[in-house]
T-cell receptor
Framework: GQNIDQPTEMTATEGAIVQINCTYQTSGFNGLFWYQQHAGEAPTFLSYNVLDGLEEKGRFSSFLSRSKGYSYLLLKELQMKDSASYLCAAMDSNYQLIWGAGTKLIIKP | GAVVSQHPSWVICKSGTSVKIECRSLDFQATTMFWYRQFPKQSLMLMATSNEGSKATYEQGVEKDKFLINHASLTLSTLTVTSAHPEDSSFYIC???????????FGQGTRLTVV
């Protein structure tokens, strides 16, 4: 079956770095997405990886290893506003998104 | 990025009534629209996918007669929750994807409360 695993909750300190891991198993693969979702709001797009390697976008970076079915989202210089849920989603061979349950990130001062 | 507008943002309705939620792509043609529901502290659950010119494909366990989806045009999709009950109270989110896009853009979401 298709499955996405990511930690339920993580805690980090303002100004620090945090890495949120995601493993996936899908029928075919057409890329891995990361979304940020604040409570009560719709998700907002952060990154898309389809090739192996690291993609950097400002304070956020995303990594993909297709052979390992593994991705991570790296957040640097954490700010209080980064407190949110981070959703990992893999696109299968039908171009459908398979969603993880989300990782709730708590930032402490 | 592309903009998807979802309306209303929140709605309260009486049990037994129907509620329509609109999802519009403002600056691109949405060949595929997705409708999700999300319960508190849970992930998005795909309800149905609608492609241009064809009927919506519903996920297992989603009643198509209760959740009516109309992909009326390349810029508009509607979800109607018919005969709503308190257990239908949830956060409903649409997303839209263009023909050449891999990314789907999300609407703002609609919080439905059935009393």
């Amino acid at each position: 079956g298709q499955n996405i695993d990511q930690p339920t909750e993580m805690t980090a300190t303002e100004g620090a770095i945090v890495q949120i891991n995601c493993t996936y198993q899908t029928s075919g693969f057409n890329g891995l997405f990361w979304y940020q979702q604040h409570a009560g709001e719709a998700p907002t797009f952060l990154s898309y990886n389809v090739l192996d390697g690291l993609e950097e976008k400002g304070r956020f970076s995303s990594f993909l290893s297709r052979s390992k079915g593994y991705s991570y989202l790296l957040l640097k210089e954490l700010q209080m506003k980064d407190s949110a849920s981070y959703l990992c989603a893999a696109m299968d061979s039908n171009y459908q998104l398979i969603w993880g349950a989300g990782t709730k990130l708590i930032i402490k001062p | 990025g592309a903009v998807v507008s979802q309306h209303p943002s929140w709605v309260i309705c009486k049990s037994g009534t129907s509620v329509k939620i609109e999802c519009r792509s403002l600056d691109f043609q949405a060949t595929t629209m997705f409708w999700y529901r999300q319960f508190p502290k849970q992930s998005l659950m795909l309800m149905a996918t609608s492609n241009e010119g064809s009927k919506a494909t519903y996920e297992q366990g989603v009643e198509k007669d209760k959740f009516l989806i109309n992909h009326a045009s390349l810029t508009l999709s509607t979800l109607t929750v018919t005969s709503a009950h308190p257990e239908d109270s949830s956060f409903y989110i649409c997303s839209a994807r263009g023909r050449t896009d891999t990314e789907a853009f999300f609407g703002q979401g609609t919080r439905l409360t059935v009393v």
